[in-house]
């Protein structure tokens, strides 16, 4: 379902400081803030709590300018009430006054007007779908900011900036951008605390888009703080959306539906429509994953109603996916399948990849959960392409830049792998004061306290043996899983990288490499059904019966939630059936306990062979063997679950090969490219 992440409103991108560094920017500027400045201040302040009250009064100022008023004056104007106006739905007003704006630059040679009316002309070009040419203007913006020494500009044209590359996917500039927006705030004012409160929930909107819950629920809750600090009950209503999409990526609706419902009511009491609208699309997803059908539909439609009327496409696109969908799970697959694929061509007109993603991965659920297990699979195969795009290579670098760009001054230290690394800087500092004192002490009264040096020294081993212990510890924690004990996977991201031709070795002597990826058959309804902790339980009493059938040289991984992975190294080609005969029996052959209760479980299980027997010349990175197995975990479980689905050979030319290098099993298997294998296991006992 999809959950609306947009990021905050155009009026917090132009910051409420009206004349903080204004007056340095063109011939014009040497007065002293205006009456009228100050007033646009105040006006741009009420905004936050009477959205169209504000409107109303800065359009008066703008009809009746005092006749002392002077170019920055006009020019202050229009910025203040062209945002507003955008924010309000009123796109053809905002555009006439844009126009307005960018004409006083030419006027008065004025860099600000003509920056800011390209950042305007950007937000009206997003609104209306058009994502590339917003970023084609947006970066003309950015390379006049670069003449101009004014804090507010540069602030603003990089917030834009990044959240038009986060829409279209590309985290890496819009992690950048964002930074950049973040290190040139100033202190001090109300204005700058706004300003900053935004930058904040950029962040944590960033954080959910790269999948970072703990960091995403951090920065929302400093941005809520401030925002709440300030009275800025626009931002908090947005705020609060984020935090809902935060407790939703958690499945734990209750909360996310409370956050949207905080979100709804502060947007409605100010006039603001957009937050109505993310948060009646983001209602609309917590209904349905409620399985409260009639609700959802009633909030898409409502989102949709209010998006096409303000003619806001990037949340007309999403209201369609969630009406889709919505109806898929009432029974109305035609009808709810076309409104969705509506709503993803939206999306792929504006380029709006990250949406697409999400279209995609619920649509293909609804099919799945429809019976449509073909179609379902075809629209994972759309899905799983784009989220490779997305997030392979981007996600593990954004989030290691944003630690360390962000994180060293304000995170708190709240997970023990920090707390162990605050230990081993401690023993290393005092292993190294330790050392200094032994060195004094040996050259200045070694014969006088040898006793003592030697304590000193015994003192020092102490430490380093110490340290070698946190050491262990602390690899140990960054490669292993907390609840079940078992690698991680980063541990075998780590073990891949550094043997990266392990799965392109040959297979003489019938030897070869499997990657096998399980999943826990029905686990969320064992989670609804028994609790949490039953579910720890399971996730850890199936580890232990995995790990009872495995050599010493296999490797098996919690890799996410309720799926593990196994790695059989150099096993002979004739044991690789029995082993998932094995792994499949040994978890359905007897049930979980868990104090009184006790559950039947099941698996399924999607594998690949490496290298694949048939072709010698195929040659599959880990990444691509990966989501050929995720593929065929995929299909295992749309089969009825409960086995395994596994490709063991291959069969055809170089050429048709580079189907399945691309990773499209669907289209290898239409081809006849790829020989599968279908494991059953046993039934689940009870």
């Not at 009250?53 to 359009?59: D, H, T």
Request: aromatic residues 6%; neutral net charge.
């Amino acid at each position: 379902m999809c959950k609306v992440i947009i990021c905050r409103r155009l009026s917090h991108f132009i910051g409420v400081v009206v004349f903080s560094f204004s007056w340095i920017c063109s011939p014009l500027l040497f007065a002293a803030p205006s009456s009228v400045l100050a007033e646009i201040a105040r006006l741009q302040d009420l905004s936050e709590t009477q959205h169209d009250q504000a409107i109303k009064q800065l359009q008066a100022l703008l009809e009746r300018m005092p006749d002392d008023a002077t170019p920055v004056d006009r020019r202050e104007l229009l910025i203040a009430l062209i945002p507003l106006y955008i924010e309000g739905g009123d796109g053809q007003q905002a555009k006439m006054l844009n126009a307005s704006l960018i004409a006083h630059g030419r006027q008065f040679n004025d860099g600000v007007a003509n920056a800011m009316g390209l950042i305007f002309q950007a937000a009206l070009l997003k609104d209306q779908g058009q994502l590339v040419e917003a970023l084609g203007v947006i970066e003309q913006a950015l390379v006049i900011s670069k003449k101009i020494p004014e804090q507010r500009l540069h602030n603003e044209v990089h917030s834009m900036a990044g959240e038009l590359y986060a829409n279209v996917g590309n985290f890496k500039l819009a992690l950048e951008h964002d930074l950049v927006a973040m290190e040139i705030i100033g202190e001090g004012t109300r204005q700058i605390d706004l300003r900053r409160a935004k930058n904040l929930n950029n962040i944590s909107r960033l954080y959910l888009r790269l999948k970072d819950q703990k960091m995403a629920f951090e920065y929302n809750a400093k941005a809520f703080e401030l925002a709440k600090k300030i009275n800025a009950k626009s931002l908090v209503a947005n705020i609060a959306n984020m935090r809902g999409y935060a407790f939703a990526n958690e499945e734990q609706w209750q909360s996310a539906t409370a956050a949207y419902g905080e979100a709804y009511k502060i947007a409605s009491s100010i006039g603001d429509r957009h937050d109505q609208m993310l948060a009646l699309n983001n209602m609309a997803d917590a209904a349905l994953n409620q399985g409260k059908y009639a609700f959802c539909v009633d909030y898409a439609q409502k989102a949709l109603d209010l998006a096409q009327k303000d003619g806001k496409l990037d949340i007309v696109a999403i209201a369609y996916s969630n009406l889709g969908v919505c109806h898929m799970d009432m029974g109305l697959i035609s009808q709810g399948a076309a409104e969705a694929r509506r709503g993803i061509n939206f999306s792929l007109q504006t380029k709006a990849n990250p949406n697409i993603e999400s279209g995609l991965g619920d649509l293909a659920a609804a099919y799945e959960k429809a019976g449509l297990y073909k179609d379902a699979l075809s629209t994972l195969q759309e899905q799983r392409k784009l989220t490779a795009e997305l997030f392979q290579a981007e996600r593990d670098k954004a989030v290691s830049e944003l630690q360390v760009r962000f994180n060293l001054s304000e995170r708190q230290k709240q997970i023990d792998v920090l707390e162990q690394k605050n230990k081993l800087q401690e023993v290393e500092l005092e292993n190294k004061s330790l050392q200094r004192i032994v060195a004094f002490l040996a050259s200045i009264v070694a014969l006088a306290i040898s006793v003592a040096i030697a304590w000193l020294y015994r003192r020092t081993r102490q430490n380093n043996l110490a340290l070698q212990n946190a050491n262990v510890t602390l690899a140990h924690q960054s490669t292993r899983d907390p609840l079940t004990g078992l690698l991680n996977r980063r541990a075998f991201q780590n073990f891949m990288h550094l043997q990266s031709t392990l799965l392109q070795n040959n297979n003489s002597g019938g030897f070869v490499n499997v990657l096998i990826l399980l999943d826990i058959d029905h686990f969320k309804l064992i989670n609804d059904q028994y609790g949490h902790a039953f579910g720890d339980q399971v996730l850890i009493e199936l580890g232990r019966r995995l790990q009872s059938i495995l050599r010493e040289k296999d490797m098996l991984m919690r890799w996410g939630g309720e799926e593990f992975l196994i790695f059989l190294h150099g096993i002979p080609i004739e044991r690789v059936v029995p082993v998932l005969e094995r792994a499949l029996c040994i978890v359905s052959e007897t049930p979980v306990e868990f104090g009184n209760q006790a559950v039947a479980v099941s698996i399924s299980a999607g594998y690949i062979l490496q290298p694949l027997p048939g072709v010698v010349d195929i040659n599959l990175s880990w990444e691509k063997v990966l989501h050929l197995s995720d593929l065929a975990l995929y299909m295992a479980k749309s089969g009825g679950r409960n086995q395994a689905i596994g490709i063991d050979s291959v069969q055809g030319d170089i050429e048709q090969m580079s189907v399945l290098e691309s990773g499209d099993l669907q289209r290898a298997i239409e081809l006849g490219v790829v020989n599968l294998r279908r494991i059953d296991g046993a039934p689940a006992k009870l």
